[in-house]
C-alpha cells in the first residue's frame, strides 16, 4: 500500500513539474473595466486590446447572441464567432478575455465561418485603470 500511495505522489509531482502545461483561458466577461470600456470604440466591429504579454481582450460589436469557439493550431489560436441569434437588430458589445500562452504568435478570428482582421489593436497602459 505504501509503494502504491509512492508512486501515486510521484506521479503527481512529475505532473506538476510539467512545463508544457498550457495556461490558455478564453471567457466572456460581462463587467468592463472601466480603463478597458474607456478604449474601446464601438463603431469598430473587431478590436484587440492587450493588457499585458499574455493576457488580451477581444472586443466585438455584433448583433444578437454570440457562440464562441477556439482552436489551438501549432503556434497560433482560432477563435470563432457565429451570430445564434439576432432579437432587435441592436449591435450589442461582447467581450473576452484571453490568457494565452507564449507559444501563441497569432490569433486568426472567423466569423460566421469568414476570416476577419481586427479593425484595431491597441495596448492598455498603467494610465488605463486596469
Avoid at 503556434?75 to 450589442?92: A, R
Amino acid at each position: 500500500m505504501k509503494k502504491i500511495i509512492g508512486v501515486g505522489l510521484a506521479f503527481l509531482l512529475l505532473a506538476a513539474c510539467n512545463s508544457d502545461v498550457s495556461t490558455l483561458s478564453f471567457s466572456k466577461i460581462e463587467t468592463v473595466p472601466e480603463g478597458l470600456s474607456a478604449v474601446i470604440d464601438s463603431s469598430e466591429t473587431l478590436q484587440l486590446i492587450e493588457e499585458s504579454d499574455n493576457t488580451v481582450y477581444l472586443v466585438y460589436q455584433a448583433e444578437g447572441e454570440i457562440a464562441t469557439g477556439v482552436e489551438e493550431q501549432e503556434n497560433s489560436l482560432k477563435i470563432n464567432l457565429d451570430t445564434t441569434s439576432i432579437e432587435n437588430g441592436e449591435k450589442q458589445e461582447h467581450v473576452y478575455k484571453m490568457t494565452l500562452d507564449d507559444s501563441h504568435e497569432a490569433i486568426n478570428v472567423y466569423i460566421n465561418g469568414e476570416y476577419t482582421s481586427f479593425v484595431s489593436i491597441l495596448t492598455l497602459n498603467d494610465e488605463s485603470g486596469i
